[in-house]
C-alpha cells in the first residue's frame, strides 16, 4: 500500500513540475509584433488629464467603424509634451493642441488615409473635448524601401502582390 502512495506521489509531483513550467512559459514576458504593413497613428499632447489608455481603444473602436479598417490592423500610442514652445507667440502655450502623425503604408490610397485622418479628428474631439480645429494630422506615407523592420528593408513585395504607389506630398478629401 505504500508503494502505491509513493506511485501516486511521483506522479503528482511529475504533474505540478509540468504546470509550473508552462506557467513560467506562459507569464514570460509578451513583446508586441509591428508590422511593416500595418499603420501606427502616435498622437502627442500636453498632459490632459484623461486616461489615455481608454481614449485609444474609444480611437481604434471608431476608426475601425468609419474606415473598414480591422481594429488589429492599426497600432496607437500617446505620448505628452513637458511644454510648446512657440517664438510667435508671447505666452507659452495654454489650449489643448493635439498632434498626430499618422504612419502609413505607402500602398494605402490617398482616400483609405483621408478617412483615417477624418475618422481621427472627429474621434479625438468626441473623446477628449479638444475641438477638432486644434487637432494636427500629419501623414506620413513610405515609399518603397523606405521602411526598417524586424531588421530588414521591407519590400512592397513582402506584402501586397508587388504593387507600388508612390507617396504623396498634399492629402485632400
Not at 9 to 28: E, N, R, Y
Not at 55 to 63: A, E, G, P, T, Y
Amino acid at each position: 500500500m505504500f508503494a502505491l502512495g509513493v506511485s501516486k506521489m511521483k506522479m503528482l509531483f511529475s504533474l505540478l513540475v509540468v504546470l509550473c513550467v508552462l506557467v513560467i512559459v506562459l507569464a514570460g514576458p509578451v513583446q508586441a509584433e509591428i508590422d511593416a504593413k500595418d499603420p501606427m497613428v502616435k498622437i502627442t499632447s500636453l498632459p490632459l488629464g484623461l486616461n489615455v489608455n481608454e481614449i485609444m481603444v474609444k480611437l481604434s473602436d471608431d476608426v475601425s467603424r468609419d474606415t473598414g479598417i480591422a481594429k488589429n490592423m492599426i497600432t496607437y500610442y500617446w505620448q505628452t509634451f513637458d511644454a510648446i514652445y512657440c517664438p510667435s507667440s508671447k505666452e507659452p502655450a495654454k489650449t489643448n493642441i493635439i498632434f498626430v502623425d499618422l504612419y502609413a503604408p505607402g500602398f494605402l490610397s490617398d482616400k483609405e488615409v483621408g478617412a483615417v485622418m477624418v475618422s481621427l479628428a472627429n474621434s479625438i474631439e468626441k473623446h477628449t473635448k479638444v475641438a477638432k480645429e486644434f487637432v494636427f494630422i500629419q501623414a506620413h506615407v513610405a515609399k518603397a524601401e523606405h521602411v526598417y523592420i524586424s531588421g530588414k528593408m521591407a519590400k512592397w513585395s513582402d506584402f501586397t502582390s508587388g504593387e507600388k504607389k508612390d507617396a504623396v506630398d498634399n492629402i485632400t478629401i
